[in-house]
């Protein structure tokens, strides 16, 4: 394979270097809000760290550490009334050094040079890449502003061959923050049934359901699913590096788990100790931060609304993230660099994902944001 560099993380290093000042902002931000490591371990009952052993770690991840990462996805089947059609549990789960790694190895495993995946544009980019690296055709649906982010299941079957191996779907969607709707959930699942077609499922950011619609995807009920989690998402904890793959195939999570051995090896047990914690205190942790998140959009609609048809978007209903449309003659890669610049703020302009025009991606998880969109509003006004 040639790694070439994901276009974000390079132009973030290439636009740092640029800069007189260091950035202050980041109104692109993938993650929700963070919490320090004080804050978490005194969600902690029982203070065990300092007795903790600083050996390998297991290479599937501590049992206790599967064990409720399997809770928390199968009560979501339950929710579904799915939980009939699968178990998971903790021989469901193998933990990774975050989503990336789950990402690299599933990828790997499942497909060869020849095959082909259907998948969504724009998208984080290693969903598209790493396939196309492997020497795999990639299909994909260009998701549109005007069809507001969404797609139909004949935009699935006309992509559709005999060579297609997997089906990628990200919800809620980063960039757009566009959420899948259930029935064409189900939809897909049928479809791949059909044809004995994997799904792979990256919900990193499922847990960020702040309007309580119900966005865990059934996914999981369909025996040839992996689910990808991370902490970094709607737990806003990507420093604890702990993201991981859930399926009912227990085979392929064991050839994960070897593929692993190229990569990691194994997590670290100080990460999984507190990856630990933080599952045990989802709910708190995850109030704040849906609130947090909610609040941010009540603010940036009201800017959309007192921009004078300067911005627009699709607010979103689930997620941590949108792509916001730049209505000013000036060019999208023009206004990032200037406001970082002046203002010393960073946007993520949407070709970095794969969407040409005047987009960029916007943040809503961080406690800063107000901070932040006056930063952008105080370069506007120049």
Known sequence: MVFNSFKHLEYINTLRSKLPEPLLYNLSDSCAQSLNFGQLTAMSDNDHLPELGLGYATIAGSPQLRQTIAQLHQKSLVDEALIDQALIDEESVTV????????????????????????????????????QQLGVTVKTIELEFERQWQFSIEDVKTRLS???????????????????????????????RQHGIYILSDEVSVWSDFEKIGINHPFLAYEKTVTIGVLSKSFGLAGVRIGWAVS???????????????????????????????????????????????ANIEIFARFIEHSDGRFEWHQPKAGILALVKSNLTMPIRDLAEQLAMKQQTLILPGDLFGIEGNYFRLGLGRADFVDALARFEAFLGT
Do not use: W
């Open 162 to 192: 005999d060579k297609t191996r997997l089906i990628v779907l990200n919800s809620p969607h980063n960039p757009t923050g566009a959420v899948l709707d259930r029935t064409l959930a189900m939809e897909i699942i049928e479809l791949a």
């Open 96 to 131: 990774f050094c975050g989503a990336q790694e789950a990402l690299f190895a599933t990828f790997n495993h499942l497909l060869s040079a020849g095959d082909e995946i259907i998948a969504i544009t724009p998208c984080y980019p290693s969903l598209v890449a790493v396939p």
């Open 248 to 294: 009912q195939d227990k085979a392929l999570l064991q050839r994960l788990r070897e593929i692993r051995g190229y990569t990691s090896i194994c997590g670290s047990a100080t990460d999984e100790y507190l990856a630990t914690i933080a599952l045990n205190n989802a709910q708190p942790i995850l109030a704040d931060n849906n609130a947090q998140i909610q």
